[in-house]
């Protein structure tokens, strides 16, 4: 396969280990060729094929031969005190690193290029109305429910909730994170989160099949989650009122008669 030109920052762990082995000694203008067994390059589980990145599918331990030439080298750390125009030519080329591992599913590797982005791009920055605000904003919220989704998958349910309020601030109306975090809401029994966003889809939408789904899921969930309690709790008198389903009846105590018959 044939890979376009890319920007890549060495010690991110964007490239597989044996490739970045070989950046480390590449010079500006410089070509190479870069062998790696299996274990430098894709490790046990290869790589999957993705259409979107044009990449065929890297099997199981497989050896792998990169050629490389490298265009240009620069030394400097993304950091908070970037200008603007260097916050977006970094938001630029995580979003391309991110999207490359977001579509062969490597979702750890994508969530940590697209948090790069929300922790580094701060579109406030930036002047109202110009060109870059609105690219700025624009990767920031495709980046932010990219992010979402793979923290999703990673299971890591708590940032991808933290994740989907940082877009909502920038885009307090964007359909796919509003119904992102009420999915998240949701598997987190946080009803009164999921119903606000769903109060704001519907108001906008009250129409989308995808958002009424949803409704009848968090009626279904608040209604079982009722029941539990009201079964727990009818549960719990009854051991209070009862003594406890575990204890026994006191016994009575012995007459005269048969106290002195002992």
Known sequence: ????????????????????????????????????????AYGERGRPASPDERTEVVPPR??????????????????????????????????????????????KKAAANYGDILKGLNVWNFDDDSADRAEAETIYVDCGNNLVFALMKLDEWLKAEKAV?????????????????????????????????????????????????????????????KARKAKMTAKMSAQLLGGGAGSSAPASEPSPEAAVIA
């Open 1 to 40: 396969e044939r890979g376009a030109r890319k920007m890549l920052r060495v010690g991110d762990g964007d490239a597989p280990p044996g490739l970045e082995l070989g950046l480390r000694q590449l010079r500006e203008g410089a070509s190479c060729i870069i062998r790696a067994e299996w274990r430098f």
């Open 62 to 107: 497989a050896d792998v031969e990169w050629t490389l030439e490298c265009h240009r080298l620069w030394f400097r750390e993304a950091d908070e005190t970037m200008a603007p125009a260097d916050q977006l030519l970094d938001a630029r080329n995580k979003k391309e690193l991110g999207n490359e591992h977001f579509h062969h599913e490597n979702w």
């Open 165 to 225: 309020c940082d877009v909502l601030t920038v885009a307090p109306e964007n359909r796919k994170a509003l119904y992102r975090a009420t999915q998240i809401a949701l598997h987190l029994s946080k009803w009164p989160e999921a119903h606000a966003a769903l109060t704001i889809a519907l108001d906008k939408w009250p129409r989308s099949k995808e958002f009424r789904d949803l409704y009848d899921t968090l009626r279904d969930h608040k209604r079982k989650y």
